[in-house]
């Protein structure tokens, strides 16, 4: 299973753009990328997802080069409830699914 | 379908009892995981089931923790014996593997309940 990387904290402001890079360098052919958000006293809930390119949602905007050994989230003009740990994760539905969770992102939004 | 449903979300208990949680998963989801979660680390894998088929189960699990999922539906997780270190959220996960032409294949989107908080004193 690839493992990620990512920064395990980051500071921002209100209305700025927040871009999060993970790095994984051993991902599989079949795997997908999730990013998952999570707040305190609460279960992750899934942000986006993608294999290669760029997508983007209500929400978030994944870019992903063409060698697929990182990947951005990027989160549009953020405001005091973005605050909370993101995760990166890589993998696919046949390898049972068992995404491992690193330790995330930690962002703080401040006004 | 109102998500992913666990229950109880707190639990106190003193260590060497044993407790149960349950976790109603999205109704067509045919994946049912559980996760462990301690203050500032990530969720940590402890098992998943296919339906009703209890498919892989982490090796920090002991042998106190048992997971049973009947009829592929509902699941519960049983901790035997508490110990203080058994302390945490409890998180329980679904999605849905799609199966096409024998295989199963493309991502894996896990929707997560809001947890089980267990206090072991």
């Known amino acids: 299973l690839a493992k990620t990387t990512q920064p395990i904290s980051m500071d921002s402001y209100e209305g700025q753009e927040v871009n999060i890079t993970c790095s994984h360098n051993n991902i599989a052919t079949n795997d997908y990328i999730t990013w998952y958000q999570q707040f305190p006293s609460q279960g992750p809930r899934f942000i986006i997802q993608?294999?290669?390119t760029k997508v983007t949602n209500e929400v978030a905007s994944l870019f992903i080069p063409a060698d697929r050994k990182s990947s951005t989230l990027s989160l549009p003009r953020v405001s005091l409830s973005d605050t909370a740990v993101y995760y990166c994760?890589?993998?696919?539905?046949?390898?049972?699914?068992?995404?491992?969770f690193g330790q995330g992102t930690e962002l703080s939004v401040k006004p | 379908d109102t998500g992913v449903s666990q229950d109880p979300r707190h639990k106190i208990t003193k260590r060497g009892q044993n407790v149960t949680f349950r976790c109603d998963p999205i109704?067509?989801?045919?994946?049912l995981y559980w996760y462990r979660q301690t203050l500032g680390q990530g969720p940590e894998f402890l098992t998943y089931f296919q339906n009703e088929a209890q498919l892989e189960k982490s090796r920090l699990l002991s042998d106190r923790f048992s997971a049973e999922r009947p009829k592929g539906s509902f699941s519960t997780l049983e901790i035997q014996r508490t110990e203080q270190g058994d302390s945490a959220m409890y998180l329980c996960?679904?999605?849905?593997?799609?199966?096409?032409?024998?295989?199963?294949?493309?991502?894996?989107?896990?929707?997560f309940g809001a947890g089980s908080r267990l206090t072991v004193l």
């Open positions: 994760l890589v993998g696919a539905v046949q390898e049972g699914g068992k995404l491992i």
């Open positions: 993608g294999y290669k």
């Open positions: 109704s067509e989801h045919n994946r």
């Open positions: 996960a679904s999605s849905y593997a799609r199966y096409v032409a024998g295989r199963y294949s493309g991502a894996n989107v896990l929707t």
